[in-house]
Nanobody, 131 residues
């Protein structure tokens, strides 16, 4: 199975910033949409931000809109999530997942799936927000 590799997680104080990166491990990633999902203890997995590969359109959940930015680097073949003004409730494990055959970034984000239902997914990176 082909997997993605997330990096950039860590411990940050409220109001701080982190930059997460998602890359393909040993293969050329081909996708229609890619997104970042987070899983906090006791909460359902949430689609935080997604990007559609065809037109670069993006989607952000209301909880992160204005604070997070998703972008892609077609040369490095990575997708990053720049997180700013982090809040305690942003803590969790952040997963990167990609899917073929999805028509919009919004559709990618609003219906999170079990990770193995994506075409590609990663093992996650921990984000801890604490003072």
């Amino acid at each position: 199975q082909l997997h993605l590799v997330e990096s950039g997680g860590g411990l940050v104080q409220p109001g701080g910033s982190l930059r997460l990166s998602c890359a393909a491990s040993g293969f050329t990633l081909d996708y229609d949409a890619i997104g970042w999902f987070r899983q906090a203890p006791g909460k359902e997995r949430e689609g935080v931000s997604c990007l559609h590969n065809t037109d670069g359109s993006t989607y952000y959940s209301d909880s992160v809109k204005g604070r997070f930015t998703i972008s892609r680097d077609n040369v490095k073949r990575t997708v990053t999530l720049q997180m700013s003004s982090l809040k305690l409730e942003d803590a969790g494990i952040y997963y990167c997942a990609a899917l073929l055959g999805i028509t919009t970034a919004r559709d990618m984000c609003i219906t999170p799936r079990e990770l193995d239902k994506y075409d590609y997914w990663g093992q996650g990176t921990q984000v801890t927000v604490s003072s």
